[in-house]
Structures are given as C-alpha cells and as structure tokens.
C-alpha cells in the first residue's frame, strides 16, 4: 500500500533524538514567542485603552495583542531562512548519514555535524533558501500537471472531487521539497543547483508513487495534529483568561499554534522520514529521464532557472551531479 516502513521511521528518529529536542525547543519557542508578545500588546493596550474609558480597554486590549502577534509574525518571516538553513536542513542531512549507515556523533555534537554537512552542500543559508524556492515552484508545476488531467476527465461531479483533490495534494506536496534537499546532501554533489534538478526530474518520473505515499502520510500528520490541537485547547484557553481583555479567540488561535509547534517538531520529521523512505527506495538506480527533464522545462520557469543556476555555477559547463554514497546507478548530467 505504501512503500516506507514506519518501524525504520521511528528507528531513524530515534537515532536522532538530539534534533528533535532541538526542534522543539526552537518551534516551542517561537510558540511561547507569539504567546508574549501577544500577551503584552495586549497588556499595552489595556494600559492605553484605560485613558479613553473603560469600556474602550477590551478593544484597545484587541488591537494591542494583534500588533504583538504581528509583529513577532514579521521577525520570524525574516528568520525563515536561518530555521531552514540551522533546523530542517541540518536535521535532514544527519537523517542522510544515519539512512547511509554513517556513524553520528552524540548529544549536542549532532547538531553541529549536521550544520557541517550543510555548509559544505550550501555555503550559505540564501543558497539553500533559494534552491528551496524554487524547487518548490517545481513541486507546483508537477501537481498543477495531475489537476490538469483531472479537469479533463468526463466524469459527472468531477468538478467537486477534482477542487478537494487539489487541497489535499497541496497539502500533501509540503512533505516533498525537503526531500529533494536530502537528495542534494546525500550525492554529496558540488553543484547544489545541478542536484537539486536531477533530484526533481527523478520525483517527475516517479510522481505517482510519491504523490501517493505523500497523501497517506498527509492523513496522519493532519489527524495526528488535530488531536494535539484538541488536547491544547484547555491551557489556550487559560493562557487567554490571564491576559487582559481575554479575546474570545484567542484560545482557538494558540491551541493552534501549540499543535502547529508540535506538528513542526515531531510529527512532520516523520513524514519526512517516511517520503526519504519512499524517495531512496523508488529511484534507486534510475537515471533521470531526458522527457521529463524537456517536460518540465517547458512547464516551469522555475526549473529553467534551477537549470540557469546549475550551468552558472559550472562556469557554463552542462551541469552534471556528482556521484557520492547512496547514488550508485545515478548519472548526474541531464
């Protein structure tokens, strides 16, 4: 039914046990980081709603925790590409070398073996936030590619099942982009564009098993999170009774931020463990397919410039991967 073993998943998780208390301390953070300033914004605006009367302060109390929750928003917008480069990225490269049967290094060592691994494949965090984007649009176009074809299908009520269809591939499509970044880190290439793109057209070639195992592991992360979304209602809701002004969603808002955190620390590591899984497993001594390769120029401009990218950083050479550990069969130049 699927093609990834939740034993071997957890073994590998395990493994890692370092990162994931890493992971949650930085995503917990950031929970526990909109929670305070949202608490003191709202704080703030009570004080200032207190000169205007009091049945002004509930508003001003609103308005100050939705600017403390914007502004905490906006700095973590700016961050994004250090949490990439320093948590998902490096989690993913000692997952690589665990899978490749590498010996890791304990405790906090872990964490700085994964972030060498990284810096070697990505000297820095802009390069790899911008292979990141764009094999995201990739990503994109494959799934645009099956909703195409569903559209054209002549069956009666389609149209619904086709507009549910889309959310939830999606959904299940965020899994995917790491996995190719693991890809890149596991051929231990020189040209990070150049692996990343033979890395997309082998996911085109294989987009129906990926895309299949994707919405499998799409069901569990999403009812895993609902649960823990439930389970943080009731402390949201008394973390919002103490602030002043409680707002009447704010319990709804961090009980979902709290399950996000969760989601972010442990359950989606797993999916992404299972989709290596799946990845390794179903390209395994394929070569990439020059008609995907010509399909997907021709359908994503991002592509071409993942494929701009990877000639530039040859010096204007056709680019090919470099083979290393775990890529036998792969040729590297598309």
Known sequence: MWDFSVTNAFRLMAATTPFLLFRAMVYFGIAVAYVLATGVGAGV?????????????????????????????????????????????AHIAVLVEKMDGRPLPEGRGQMAYGASVVKERFAQASVLFAVDQLVKGVIRAITGLVQGILSFLPIPGLDNIARILRAFLNVAVGFIDEVILAHAIRTRSDNAWASAREALVLYGQNHKAMLKNAAFLAVIVYGLSFLVFLVMLAPAAAVVYLMPGAWSAGGMIFALLFAWAVKAALIEPFAITCMMQVFFKVTEGQVPDPAWDAKLEQMSGK?????DKAVGAMGGRPAGGQQGPGAAGHEGAL
Not at 53 to 82: K, M, N
Request: no cysteine; hydrophobic share 45%.
């Open 45 to 89: 605006g009570y004080g200032i709603g207190g000169f205007a009367g009091p049945d002004d302060q509930a508003g001003y109390a609103i308005w100050g925790g939705g600017i403390g929750f914007s502004l905490t928003a906006g700095v973590l917008y700016f961050l994004r590409e250090y949490i990439l480069y320093t948590v998902k990225a």
């Open 303 to 307: 592509f071409r410039a993942l494929k």
